[in-house]
């Protein structure tokens, strides 16, 4: 049963700015860091970036180091994407999950994706 819901997506021109949000059920997150991924058209899901279930650690793909800034809210089992300085590189469906560090990167721990919600920036 997939109970991640990926929000707050659009279309924008290159340089604005966009926040998505993630929600989930307090089991979903507990105790987890939680990552946004992306993917392309053609291409595979990346790492976006990850936050520990504190919040205290955040974690960022060299991409969108410096534009991008995640968050996350407990009490409302909410994740948050801020994204600055758009580029049209940026355009993807952008999605969530709980994530863990394994092998050199994070990646996702979760049996279904949510439906993700689409990013796209014009330049």
């Known amino acids: 049963q997939v109970d991640l819901a990926e929000s707050g997506g659009g279309s924008v021109q290159a340089g604005d700015s966009l926040r998505i949000s993630c929600a989930a059920s307090?089991?979903?997150?507990?105790?987890?860091?939680t990552g946004w991924f992306r993917q392309a058209p053609g291409k595979d899901r990346e790492f976006v970036s990850a936050?520990?279930?504190?919040?205290?650690?955040?974690y960022y793909a060299d991409s969108v180091k410096g534009r991008f800034t995640i968050s996350r809210d407990n009490g409302k089992n909410t994740v948050y994407l801020q994204m600055n300085s758009l580029k049209a590189e940026d355009t993807a469906v952008y999605y969530c999950?709980?994530?863990?560090?394994?092998?050199?990167?994070?990646?996702?721990?979760?049996?279904?994706w949510g439906q993700g919600t689409q990013v796209t920036v014009s330049s």
């Open positions: 307090t089991r979903t997150f507990s105790g987890n860091p």
């Open positions: 936050i520990s279930w504190s919040g205290s650690s955040t």
């Open positions: 999950a709980p994530t863990a560090w394994s092998g050199g990167t994070w990646r996702p721990i979760v049996r279904s």
